[in-house]
């Protein structure tokens, strides 16, 4: 067999920059399995898990296996990773670390104390934990609002010079996104409130801790990001905004299967934030051959 003259360090990317396009390139030309599959495929495993249909099946150690789950999401979360890298400076960087610990503080005293979501207990495995606080916890967390800041800059537009505004409708786009993600991880069994709250088995006072933690986290990415670099990110990467196509699929399908309709009308909502800012690309739909 033929030498190919290369070897492996001198395939493989050796700065910051062709690594980013290495990545950029890796997503593009994976965008259906990443961001309409694996939600699909999420689905339907996490509705089997739910209404037990692999139990006593070969196909019983997929039921809520923590590791297939953690694996899913940090796989949807790809684009939007991938696309704000670039514009991940020290101080970004910085932002997210503080925001990462202040997600596993937070979480450590809601488990333990029940401030300031309400008591909950987690009903499922959701990877390795430590202190009864899943260890991917800012996998799940953090992107969800990132992609509400992203597609509130696109809505406000020039609105969005305002930090007032722009920082309040952002806060206000988390607490929906949580208004679609809660009750349908309650109706899987993720999580459950002790007592059951009126909104679908949610207390009130999740959505009241969500206003602080959603506060904390938009400013802390609202100082370490430039968003007008943010911006002109988004105007050359058509896929930064596939996560929340992911989550639209995933969870509004959940929450419609459990008739939870309220929630699903909130996707229904983000999913036309997406269409009317052209951040939904029909190609996405469409498999590669």
Same mark, same amino acid.
């Given at each position: ?26 997503? #593009? ?40 789950? !953690?694996?899913? *999401? ?12 670039? @514009? *991940? ?20 005293? $809601? ?13 499922? /495995?959701? $990877? ?24 509130? !800059?696109? !809505?406000?537009? /020039? ?8 920082? *309040? ?24 409130? /002790? ?32 968003? @007008? #670099?943010?911006?002109?990110? !988004?105007? /050359? ?33 983000? $999913?036309?934030?997406?269409?009317? *800012? ?7 739909? @469409?498999?590669?051959?």
């Amino acid at each position: 067999m033929a030498e190919s003259g290369f070897s492996v360090e001198e395939r493989l990317p050796t700065t910051r920059e062709e690594w980013e396009r290495r990545l950029d390139r890796l997503v #593009r030309e994976n965008r259906f399995t990443i961001s309409v599959f694996f939600p699909l495929n999420g689905l339907i495993l996490l509705l089997a898990s739910a209404e037990g249909w692999f139990d006593g099946t070969l196909l019983a150690p997929l039921t809520f296996n923590g590791l297939f789950i !953690l694996f899913g *999401t940090m796989v949807m979360r790809s684009p939007l990773v991938v696309g704000v890298l670039p @514009r *991940t400076t020290r101080r970004a960087a910085t932002g997210v670390g503080l925001l990462t610990l202040y997600a596993y503080a937070v979480e450590y005293t $809601g488990v333990h104390t029940g401030f300031p979501y309400g008591s909950f207990s987690y009903g499922v /495995d959701l $990877g390795p934990t430590v202190g009864s606080v899943p260890l991917g916890l800012p996998v799940f967390f953090v992107p969800l609002v990132m992609n509400a800041y992203l597609l509130c !800059l696109l !809505l406000l537009g /020039d609105r969005a010079e305002s930090a007032a505004v722009r920082l *309040t409708t952002v806060v206000a786009a988390v607490l929906a996104m949580d208004v679609v993600l809660d009750p349908g991880a309650v109706a899987l069994g993720f999580w459950a409130y /002790d007592p059951p709250g009126a909104f679908y088995g949610v207390p009130w006072s999740n959505y009241a801790g969500w206003v602080v933690s959603a506060t904390v986290a938009v400013a802390l990415l609202d100082w370490g990001y430039d968003r @007008r #670099r943010l911006l002109a990110r !988004l105007d /050359d990467c058509e896929f930064m905004l596939d996560d929340l196509v992911s989550f639209v699929i995933l969870w509004g399908g959940i929450n419609a299967w459990f008739g939870n309709w309220l929630p699903v009308a909130v996707a229904a909502l983000f $999913g036309l934030g997406l269409v009317s *800012t052209d951040r939904f690309d029909s190609r996405v739909l @469409r498999i590669r051959r």
